[in-house]
């Protein structure tokens, strides 16, 4: 207790003497409140890192929690909490204003993978073209023997509207095309997975963090990945750009991060690096090609002209 | 010992939880219509629109402008429902009338009790089970894609409303006087006749009360029917098909909107309409009630 008090005068002096200074300041001295909401997509990545990072800065006390990315953004954009977790770019669910008051912090990236059942898997269906998945997730296509595949009903499973990994596929999987045709929706990626086990016949899509990570891989039984236009769904294929199904994950705050906030980011891209490949995300910095992917360059008009 | 002070502050006690209760609902539904309308008035649906269209297309941000047709979750939480009644009330009667008329002493000190654990089992756990056990069965049973549908949320739904309407029907029809029944006895009427003639009649408009409370349960039952309904927002394809409900499609897309936006907004309109139906369902126990009352005097 007595160590803390010091601590956290220290602290505050040192504020006080320089507001800029801070570089790699000891974090065993840093202290804060830091709550994060918002994308379920990132949380365990979130959640991960401030585990980690309570330990070698036990001063900073982080929560996380998800909500989805709307509720995230809009969240930061109220000062309800510090940090919004999102998925998508915070112009496209804000108001211009209240969105250019928030500051963008892009900590990693995600891959999404087009997944089926395995009886589907092992019917043929290794990989499959953007055309054919537009026209599957679109409700044309009803039968598997029209991709190569048995002749077997297709059953959607999906994420509902709003969910952030389903603006992603739609966005880079479909090219903006919108999802429609009956499908089975699921709240979490975790019940999409059980719903494509128990579904013969059925195709979904899952972030790779769903995918990848070792624990990842009971959840897996009876699913299979299938690759796009014969890229499979790996980060190798993501930094390489061969594969461009990824959207970059935003930690946004309102303003400048505070000195916590900004020390918890900095350690996400920093050291958490080697965590965020195991946890099945993938590193910012290793990232070849960027294009469409950077809010500028994203198809233009297609959020309004929904 | 007695005291005019305590019995005053526990009058005013009584009193204000009393008035509790009657404002705690009333707020809810006046929170709700608000919450509810926004629907309408800010996004500009309609009514019709919302009712009669299929298509529930909503966006997750302020601007809005997309398409907010219920009917499928409307239509889809009458079936399984329905399915569930169709289900459940000739068991329940059976065992009812089997418990009262037919095994009294038995019925009671074991059936009743073992029907009374089935109230008591949380709604997560009959979906869990009939997601692990009868979604399977029905799949391997009737070579289906998928055993979640229709027929296994109404399945889930009749075993979870089952209780419910057995415990009122054996209440009422144990009601009925035992001098009606001698009198039948009497005339030469046979166990049969005395049930089917003498005491079900007399216990109708009760044992209609039952029913209508395993509906009003069913109606707003979300969790374990979502687990095994395959929530798929479309007609279902008959017995076997997919649908969503009106609780199924609150809880699946409540986590992932943005409060105010015109998804969210479309999400607390279907939640007024199922306040509203629940306040329906009161309204008819107690129209029938007095009905019964009247004709029993």
Same mark, same amino acid.
């Given at each position: 207790m007595k160590l803390n008090k010091i601590a956290a005068l220290t602290m505050a002096s040192a504020m006080i003497m320089s507001?800029? &200074?801070? &570089?790699?300041?000891d974090l065993s001295k840093l202290s804060g409140d830091v709550s994060c909401t918002g994308s379920s997509a990132l949380q365990p990545l979130v959640q991960a890192a401030a585990d980690k990072f309570a330990e070698i800065a036990p001063g900073v006390n982080i929560t996380v929690d998800a909500g989805g990315s709307g509720q995230g953004l809009q969240n930061v954009s109220d000062g309800t909490s510090t940090v919004g977790d999102s998925d998508v770019f915070a112009e496209e669910k804000l108001d211009a204003d209240k969105a250019a008051e928030l500051v963008d912090h892009q900590v990693c990236a995600i891959g999404m993978a087009v997944v089926v059942s395995q009886d589907v898997a092992d019917g043929g269906v290794k990989s499959l073209t953007t055309d054919q998945l537009v026209s599957i997730f679109t409700g044309?296509?009803?039968?598997?023997k029209d991709v190569g595949g048995p002749d077997e009903e297709i059953t959607l499973v999906l994420r509902p509207e709003g969910s952030g990994t389903r603006a992603t596929f739609e966005k880079y999987a479909l090219g903006g095309a919108e999802e429609a045709g009956e499908a089975m929706e699921n709240d979490n990626s975790a019940e999409l997975q059980k719903a494509l086990q128990d579904t013969n016949g059925s195709v979904g899509y899952l972030a790779l963090s769903y995918i990848l990570p070792d624990e990842a891989q009971e959840a897996m039984q009876g699913i299979a990945t299938v690759a796009i236009d014969d890229v499979e769904p790996t980060l190798e294929n993501i930094y390489n750009g061969t594969y461009n199904v990824w959207a970059y994950e935003h930690m946004y705050t309102k303003g400048e991060a505070d000195e916590a906030t900004q020390a918890f980011i900095d350690y996400i891209t920093g050291d958490f690096s080697d965590d965020v490949e195991s946890l099945g995300y993938a590193v #910012? #910095?290793?990232?070849?090609k960027t294009d469409g992917h950077t809010g500028e360059a994203a198809p233009a008009g297609e959020t309004e002209a929904q | 010992m007695y005291s005019k002070g305590k019995e005053k502050t526990w009058k005013f006690f009584v009193l204000l939880c009393g008035l509790l209760m009657i404002a705690l609902p009333i707020a809810i539904g006046i929170f709700l219509a608000v919450k509810g309308n926004a629907l309408f008035y800010q996004y500009h649906h309609t009514l019709g629109e919302f009712l009669f269209t299929t298509t529930w297309k909503l966006k997750d941000d302020l601007v809005g402008g997309g398409k907010g047709g219920a009917a499928v979750f409307i239509v889809g939480s009458l079936i399984v429902c329905g399915l569930a009644l169709l289900i459940a009330v000739p068991f329940s009667l059976a065992a009812a009338i089997f418990m009262t008329e037919i095994a009294p002493k038995w019925g009671t000190k074991i059936l009743r009790p073992a029907v009374e654990i089935f109230v008591g089992i949380p709604s997560v756990v009959y979906g869990w089970i009939g997601m692990t056990v009868l979604v399977p069965f029905l799949q391997n049973v009737f070579h289906l894609?998928?055993?979640?549908s229709v027929l296994a949320g109404g399945i889930v739904l009749a075993v979870m409303i089952f209780p419910s309407i057995t415990t009122v029907a054996a209440d009422a029809i144990r009601a009925v006087p035992v001098s009606a029944r001698m009198a039948a006895y009497g005339l030469g009427a046979t166990r049969w006749q005395v049930t089917h003639q003498i005491v079900m009649p007399a216990a109708q408009t009760s044992v209609l009360t039952g029913v209508i409370l395993g509906l009003a349960r069913a109606f707003g039952e979300a969790l374990a029917v979502a687990m095994v309904i395959g929530k798929t927002p479309a007609f279902p394809k008959g017995i076997f098909g997919q649908t969503a409900t009106m609780t199924t499609v609150i809880a699946s897309r409540m986590a992932e909107l943005m409060e105010g936006s015109e998804a969210k907004a479309g999400l607390w309109t279907i939640a007024f309409i199922l306040y509203l139906i629940s306040l329906f369902f009161i309204f008819l126990i107690h129209i029938i009630a007095a009905k019964g009352a009247k004709k029993n005097k």
């Open positions: 507001m800029t &200074a801070f &570089a790699d300041a044309e296509t009803t039968n598997w #910012s #910095s290793k990232l070849t | 894609k998928t055993g979640r």
